[in-house]
């Protein structure tokens, strides 16, 4: 299973950018996908979610700014991130809570992309 993640960058304050998120590999019996963060000296939170039912749920930092979407046909999700501001300045890392062949459930990871917001 591999996740491609794609979109960031440096951005001025107020800002946005878009993320995209490609899976590819044997996978399964998918619950959700989620983007997490991660910004120096801090722990991983939660920016948003969206299941299979295409319920979504987002971190209250980041609630009537970012959106996830997703599109089955092509496998991805996105992220759209509107209003930047510095604090949102992290790696944002796409993961996948599914199956892949005999293996149990677990949550895969793709590598991480760089948001920077300069004020």
């Known amino acids: 299973v591999q996740l491609q993640a794609c979109g960031g960058g440096l951005v001025q304050a107020g800002g946005s950018l878009r993320l995209s998120c490609a899976i590819s590999?044997?996978?399964?019996?998918?619950?959700?996908v989620a983007w997490h963060r991660q910004a120096p000296g801090k722990e991983r939170e939660l920016v948003a979610e969206?299941?299979?039912?295409?319920?979504?749920t987002y971190g209250d930092a980041v609630k009537g700014r970012f959106t996830i979407s997703r599109d089955d046909s092509k496998n991805t999700v996105y992220l759209q991130m509107n209003s930047l501001q510095p604090e949102d300045t992290a790696v944002y890392y796409c993961?996948?809570?599914?199956?892949?062949?005999?293996?149990?459930?677990?949550?895969?990871w793709g590598q991480g992309t760089l948001v920077t917001v300069s004020s």
């Open positions: 993961n996948v809570e599914g199956r892949s062949g005999v293996l149990p459930r677990r949550r895969y």
């Open positions: 590999g044997d996978i399964f019996a998918v619950n959700a």
């Open positions: 969206i299941t299979r039912d295409s319920i979504t």
